[in-house]
């Protein structure tokens, strides 16, 4: 027999130890952690691999490029909403069912890096130059490289969370794509490009910002190593 899920509080006791000891707090991470439990658990329960909602997330993103294209581009927005979600159920249905692994960490981050290039082939799309988008890209690369390499190490732990995680990029992409679908639905379209550049800008901002932060966290953690 199938044991009992836990509640809340026991799937945040689960989730916890992966992550550094770490538990959510706040209304808003809370809330955001409830309702992915909300949506994990009957999925757990009908046994959902979480790799099958992990490659549901990515077909997900991949329609944020082709909305990129059309009129209705404000549209990305909830998508981006619904890709965040898969992306936090995926693991929740891992933990709920204990079938949380190391190739699913793996696999869950491949898709991620892959998810968001297709979010800033959106902002190409949607106007932003590839001349900017190439930079904006490779720094968010390095930066998971560089966790990876501290990771790998034996560095762990919220230690090394940033001011651009992939929240913080759904956000970002998810804002400009506010500005970019309301311009297009009025008589200044002719501005929806500069808007994504200025997403792509925003972007590559951040996420200097946040490589240069996980550097100087992996220099001090790793000075005596």
Same mark, same amino acid.
């Given at each position: 027999?199938?044991?009992?899920?836990?509640?809340?509080? %026991?799937?945040?006791?689960?989730?916890?130890?992966?992550?550094?000891?770490?538990?959510?707090?706040?209304?808003?991470?809370?809330?955001?952690?409830?309702?992915?439990?909300?949506? @994990? *658990?009957?999925?757990?329960?009908?046994?959902?691999?979480?790799?099958?909602?992990?490659?549901?997330?990515?077909?997900?993103?991949?329609?944020?490029?082709?909305? @990129?294209?059309?009129?209705?581009?404000?549209?990305?927005?909830?998508?981006?909403?619904?890709?965040?979600?898969?992306?936090?159920?995926? %693991?929740?249905?891992?933990?709920?069912?204990?079938? @949380?692994?190391?190739?699913?960490?793996?696999?869950?981050?491949?898709?991620?890096?892959?998810?968001?290039?297709?979010?800033?082939?959106?902002?190409?799309?949607?106007?932003?130059?590839?001349? *900017?988008?190439?930079?904006?890209?490779?720094?968010?690369?390095? *930066?998971?490289?560089?966790?990876?390499?501290?990771?790998?190490?034996?560095?762990?732990?919220?230690?090394?969370?940033?001011?651009?995680?992939?929240?913080?990029?759904?956000?970002?992409?998810?804002?400009?794509?506010? @500005?970019?679908?309301?311009?297009?639905?009025?008589?200044?379209?002719? *501005?929806?490009?500069?808007?994504?550049?200025?997403?792509?800008?925003?972007?590559?901002?951040?996420?200097?910002?946040?490589?240069?932060?996980?550097?100087?966290?992996?220099?001090?953690?790793?000075?005596?190593?």
């Amino acid at each position: 027999m199938r044991p009992p899920f836990p509640d809340f509080d %026991g799937y945040l006791d689960r989730w916890a130890p992966p992550h550094g000891g770490w538990r959510p707090s706040g209304v808003f991470p809370l809330g955001w952690f409830r309702v992915t439990y909300a949506l @994990a *658990l009957p999925l757990a329960r009908f046994g959902v691999h979480p790799h099958v909602v992990t490659a549901f997330g990515l077909l997900l993103t991949a329609g944020v490029p082709l909305l @990129a294209l059309t009129k209705a581009a404000i549209l990305v927005v909830p998508l981006l909403v619904c890709c965040g979600l898969a992306d936090s159920v995926d %693991g929740a249905v891992a933990v709920l069912t204990g079938r @949380a692994s190391g190739f699913g960490a793996v696999l869950d981050s491949l898709c991620d890096r892959v998810g968001e290039a297709l979010f800033l082939v959106a902002l190409v799309v949607a106007g932003a130059p590839p001349w *900017l988008a190439a930079p904006a890209a490779l720094v968010a690369f390095l *930066l998971e490289y560089v966790r990876a390499r501290a990771a790998a190490v034996g560095m762990t732990g919220m230690g090394i969370v940033t001011v651009f995680e992939r929240p913080s990029r759904i956000l970002v992409v998810a804002f400009t794509f506010v @500005a970019v679908g309301g311009l297009r639905l009025t008589v200044h379209d002719g *501005l929806s490009g500069v808007a994504a550049t200025a997403g792509v800008a925003l972007w590559l901002a951040l996420a200097l910002a946040g490589l240069g932060q996980i550097l100087h966290t992996v220099r001090s953690a790793l000075a005596d190593r």
